[in-house]
Each structure stands twice: as structure tokens, then as C-alpha cells.
């Protein structure tokens, strides 16, 4: 398969070391969707981002920092929203997103993000709207509240190399911990030992490389706008031959 015109290969060692562990000898999976929550703060002097530790019982990436995600289960797409995805990002989401591409699924995602986040670090989004009845949203039916997307800016794509026993093809969200209202965060059996880590401090932290690789991404951006706008072009991270290979969707 052709690689992408505007596809480079990636400078970083330890990436590709990451493309490579495991391909060829794990099951062939295809990647399930899934999405995650980049949680900025930028109250103090620097921005910090709320990270927990994945339990060392998992079978995808276990003891390592991670930021609150999974994967987009079948009836995401079907809960009612306070609000809508900004245009721009519906626009990026949909950008060589797999068959079948909708903005059903676009919308999906992001609402998976927010309930992923609830449910892993208790932060809940959320806005007056239609009340879910289904088990995964009683506690914003608890509070008569609908999940909210529009503060949220898809920063980042990666796919999880094959030869995994999990493989992802997760998009990453953003948005700034003062655009969502309360947001104290409690440790749960999915993320431990919570904290708001420093862009200074991301290299002492145990985290898997592409997670690294896209904090970078973001801080670029932040320094090239501190609000991080919506639908700015996103890093799009695959492994092709061993090797990861950096886009822009």
C-alpha cells in the first residue's frame, strides 16, 4: 500500500522500537475504536494534564500513565448530548475515517470520551439536555444532565501497531479544565494514583512512548496558541513495516 503524500517517517528510536514489540507474532486484530480525554489545566504557571495509572492487572498497557479513554462501545452514538461537536472537528474526525464514515460515529467518539472520563476519574461533562436512562449514564442522570462535546478539540490519531493482543485505533481529545465547571478528579479500579503532571515533568514519568510522542504534539501547538483552537490539522501516528509514520489529517 502507498503511504500518504504528506506521510513521514518518524526521527524517534524509541517509537519505532514501540512499532516493532510484538509485530508478527501476535493475533492479526483489526483496531476498534476508541478515545481519549487530554485534560489541560492552565490555572498555574505552566499547563498540566491529568494522567492515571493503568492497573497492573490490564492486559493493554499496564503500570503505565495514560490519560481516562477506551473503547467506543455500540451505543455511545445513541445518547443525547447537550451540545454538538464543533463543526471543525466533526470536519477532522471524518477525515479518512474506516467504512462506514458518519458523523454518527464522529459524535460517538467524542461522546465516548466523556463518558470514559466519568467513569475512570469521576470528572463529569456535562449540560442540561436529555436524561439517558441506560446503567453506563446514571450518574449524569443522577444530576439531570446530558454529556457535552463542544468544549472538546481532537488533537491527535494513533493506531496500536498489529501484533498486540489489544489494538485501537484511538483519537485523542482536548480541552481546558476551566471550560468544564467542576472537575476534581477521584482514582477508580480503572486509573490509580491520579496527577496533574507538569509539560516539564512528562519525561519522568513510566508512560508508552506514542503517548509521549503526542504530549509533544500538543505542546507545539499550545506554544503556537495557547487556546488551542478547534480544527487545526491533526497528527495521525501508524505503524507501516515496522515503523511508525506520522501524518496530517
Known amino acids: 500500500m502507498a503511504e500518504p503524500k504528506n506521510a513521514e517517517q518518524n526521527t524517534d528510536p524509541g517509537l519505532d522500537k514501540e512499532a516493532r514489540r510484538g509485530s508478527g507474532n501476535g493475533p492479526k486484530l483489526r483496531p476498534r475504536?476508541?478515545?481519549?480525554?487530554?485534560?489541560?489545566?492552565?490555572?498555574?504557571?505552566?499547563p498540566t494534564l491529568l494522567m492515571g495509572?493503568?492497573?497492573?492487572?490490564?492486559?493493554?498497557?499496564?503500570?503505565?500513565?495514560?490519560?481516562?479513554?477506551?473503547?467506543?462501545?455500540?451505543?455511545?452514538?445513541?445518547?443525547a448530548a447537550a451540545d454538538n461537536l464543533h463543526p471543525a472537528v466533526e470536519e477532522r474526525l471524518l477525515n479518512r475515517m474506516p467504512k462506514p464514515a458518519s458523523a454518527f460515529r464522529a459524535r460517538a467518539l467524542a461522546i465516548t470520551a466523556v463518558r470514559e472520563t466519568f467513569e475512570e476519574v469521576g470528572i463529569l461533562m456535562g449540560g442540561p439536555g436529555p436524561v439517558s436512562r441506560h446503567p453506563d449514564w446514571s450518574g449524569f442522570a443522577s444530576r439531570r444532565m446530558a454529556p457535552s462535546i463542544s468544549p472538546l478539540r481532537y488533537v491527535a490519531r494513533a493506531i496500536t501497531p498489529p501484533g498486540r493482543t489489544r489494538r485501537f485505533d484511538t483519537r485523542f481529545f482536548a480541552c481546558f479544565r476551566d471550560e468544564i465547571g467542576n472537575s476534581d478528579a477521584e482514582s477508580s479500579n480503572e486509573l490509580l494514583d491520579l496527577k496533574w503532571?507538569?509539560?516539564?515533568?512528562?519525561?519522568?514519568?513510566?508512560?508508552?512512548?506514542?503517548?509521549?510522542?503526542?504530549?509533544?504534539?500538543?505542546?507545539?501547538?499550545?506554544?503556537?496558541?495557547?487556546?488551542?483552537?478547534?480544527?487545526?490539522?491533526?497528527?495521525?501516528?501508524?505503524?507501516?513495516?515496522?515503523?511508525f509514520v506520522r501524518e496530517l489529517l
Do not use: C, W
Open 33 to 46: 475504536d476508541a478515545a481519549t480525554l487530554i485534560l489541560i489545566d492552565r490555572s498555574g504557571s505552566e
Open 53 to 79: 495509572k493503568r492497573h497492573t492487572a490490564h492486559a493493554f498497557m499496564p503500570d503505565t500513565y495514560v490519560f481516562p479513554g477506551g473503547r467506543r462501545d455500540r451505543g455511545d452514538g445513541y445518547i
Open 197 to 243: 503532571v507538569g509539560l516539564s515533568e512528562v519525561g519522568q514519568i513510566e508512560m508508552p512512548r506514542i503517548t509521549q510522542a503526542i504530549i509533544t504534539e500538543l505542546v507545539n501547538e499550545l506554544n503556537h496558541d495557547r487556546s488551542l483552537p478547534f480544527g487545526r490539522p491533526v497528527p495521525f501516528y501508524q505503524a507501516r513495516y515496522g515503523r
